[in-house]
């Protein structure tokens, strides 16, 4: 009977290892990690198109996390998407002429916004706003594109 009893235990503490680590992954994969609030300073970006960027997508700098999304929201006055990140407070010596571009890590994966440093003395602070800025690449407007420009050929070609 106390064999029994120990190999219940494992296993029970097996199932909850498991259930831990399945939490834990979930955590990360929703970027809800950081139950903490960071200090952190805001800054806003406009795009002629935010694409499929969402609220919590990654900012990051050559390559590492250095804040979030924390709002889009659309402009009526210059139809554009404004964007806007808090970024850690240790990553206050940002230039103010940074650029932000918004990119898909992988083929078909999230998008996140990534800033790429100037070199201007003056830099980011909170409320500041990023000027130049590079919209999302939608690949269904590429392939159009190709499609479009395909049979427009093929039409020139034809009448040849």
Not at 42 to 58: D, P, Q, Y
Not at 112 to 137: H, P
Not at 147 to 159: P, T, V, Y
Request: net charge negative.
């Amino acid at each position: 009977m106390q064999h029994t009893a120990t190999q219940d235990t494992l296993v029970g503490l097996f199932v909850a290892a498991g259930i831990a680590g399945l939490f834990f992954l979930a955590l990360q994969v929703s970027n809800l990690s950081s139950f903490g609030q960071q200090d952190t300073y805001t800054v806003t970006a406009r795009f002629e198109s935010s694409g499929g960027l969402k609220i919590k997508s990654a900012v990051s700098a050559a390559g590492v996390k250095i804040g979030k999304v924390t709002n889009i929201s659309f402009d009526t006055k210059t139809y554009q998407a404004v964007v806007s990140m808090a970024i850690d407070a240790k990553y206050n010596t940002l230039p103010d002429d940074t650029t932000a571009s918004i990119f898909t890590a992988g083929l078909l994966g999230e998008q996140y916004v990534n800033l790429d440093a100037g070199g201007s003395d003056t830099v980011l602070k909170n409320g500041s706003q990023i000027d130049i800025t590079q919209s999302a690449i939608i690949l269904e407007k590429i392939i159009g594109q190709f499609l479009f420009k395909s049979a427009e050929e093929k039409a020139q070609g034809d009448k040849k």
